[in-house]
C-alpha cells in the first residue's frame, strides 16, 4: 500500500538509470547519436524565449484540428493587460485566430492564439513534420462500390443523430464508476 517508484532502465545494461546519468541526445543515423549539454540547448538562437511572437493571422477553419496538442490559457502581466484586452478583442471581431512561436521548455513550438470568452487561450501545435503520414495505411481505394440505398442510409443516420455540441453532456464514465468504486 505505497505509491511505485518509476524508473528508468537500461536494458542494454540490465540496470536501474539514475536521472542525473540520463543523457539528451539527437540520432542522426540509426543508432548513431550526438550527446547534447544543458549549456549547448541554451546556445540555440531562439528569438521567442519569455514571448510569444505572433507571425500571421487566419481563419479558424483553415486550421486542422489534427495540428492541436495542448491548450493553456494566457493571463497578462499587469503592464500587458491592455495589449492582451486589445488582441483579444480583434480577434473576437475580425472572427480569426493568430498563429505564433513561443519557447517552451527549452523548445520553439507553434501555436494558435484563440478567444474563449475574456479569455486568450494558446493551443500549441505540432510542426506537419512531426504528424503521421498516412502513406502506409490500408485505406479503402476512391473507386469502392457504394450503392445509392448505402448513401441514403448512411445521410439519414447522420441526419437524425445531428445536434449542436455541448460538452457538458459527455461525461467519462470510466472515471465516475472509478470514483464510486472507491
Same mark, same amino acid.
Given at each position: 500500500?505505497? $505509491?511505485?517508484?518509476?524508473?528508468?532502465?537500461? !536494458?542494454?545494461?540490465?540496470?536501474?538509470?539514475?536521472? =542525473?546519468?540520463? @543523457?539528451?541526445?539527437?540520432?542522426?543515423?540509426?543508432?548513431?547519436?550526438?550527446?547534447? @549539454?544543458?549549456?549547448?540547448?541554451?546556445?540555440?538562437?531562439? *528569438?521567442?524565449?519569455?514571448?510569444?511572437?505572433?507571425?500571421?493571422?487566419?481563419?479558424?477553419?483553415?486550421?486542422?484540428?489534427?495540428?492541436?496538442?495542448?491548450?493553456? &490559457?494566457?493571463? !497578462? %502581466?499587469?503592464? =500587458?493587460?491592455?495589449? &492582451?484586452?486589445?488582441?483579444?478583442?480583434?480577434?473576437?471581431?475580425?472572427?480569426?485566430?493568430?498563429?505564433?512561436?513561443?519557447?517552451? $521548455?527549452?523548445?520553439?513550438?507553434?501555436?494558435?492564439?484563440?478567444? $474563449?470568452?475574456?479569455?486568450?487561450?494558446?493551443?500549441?501545435?505540432?510542426?506537419?513534420?512531426?504528424? $503521421?503520414?498516412?502513406?502506409?495505411? *490500408?485505406? !479503402?481505394? /476512391? =473507386?469502392?462500390?457504394?450503392?445509392?440505398?448505402?448513401?441514403?442510409?448512411?445521410?439519414?443516420?447522420? /441526419?437524425?443523430?445531428?445536434? =449542436?455540441?455541448?460538452?457538458?453532456?459527455?461525461? /467519462?464514465? &470510466?472515471? %465516475?464508476?472509478?470514483?464510486?468504486?472507491?
Amino acid at each position: 500500500h505505497n $505509491r511505485i517508484k518509476l524508473q528508468r532502465y537500461c !536494458p542494454v545494461d540490465e540496470t536501474v538509470i539514475e536521472w =542525473g546519468d540520463v @543523457e539528451r541526445a539527437y540520432e542522426y543515423a540509426k543508432d548513431q547519436y550526438v550527446v547534447m @549539454e544543458d549549456a549547448d540547448f541554451e546556445k540555440v538562437p531562439v *528569438s521567442t524565449t519569455h514571448t510569444i511572437e505572433i507571425t500571421s493571422f487566419v481563419n479558424l477553419a483553415d486550421v486542422d484540428p489534427q495540428y492541436y496538442e495542448k491548450a493553456y &490559457y494566457i493571463e !497578462p %502581466e499587469d503592464v =500587458g493587460k491592455k495589449p &492582451y484586452a486589445l488582441l483579444l478583442r480583434t480577434l473576437e471581431e475580425t472572427q480569426r485566430v493568430a498563429i505564433a512561436k513561443v519557447s517552451l $521548455r527549452q523548445k520553439e513550438q507553434l501555436c494558435l492564439l484563440r478567444p $474563449r470568452g475574456n479569455v486568450v487561450v494558446m493551443q500549441t501545435m505540432f510542426y506537419p513534420d512531426e504528424l $503521421r503520414v498516412t502513406d502506409d495505411l *490500408s485505406l !479503402p481505394e /476512391d =473507386g469502392t462500390a457504394i450503392t445509392e440505398a448505402e448513401m441514403k442510409m448512411a445521410h439519414a443516420l447522420v /441526419d437524425m443523430l445531428t445536434a =449542436g455540441f455541448e460538452p457538458q453532456q459527455y461525461h /467519462d464514465n &470510466y472515471r %465516475e464508476a472509478l470514483l464510486e468504486l472507491i
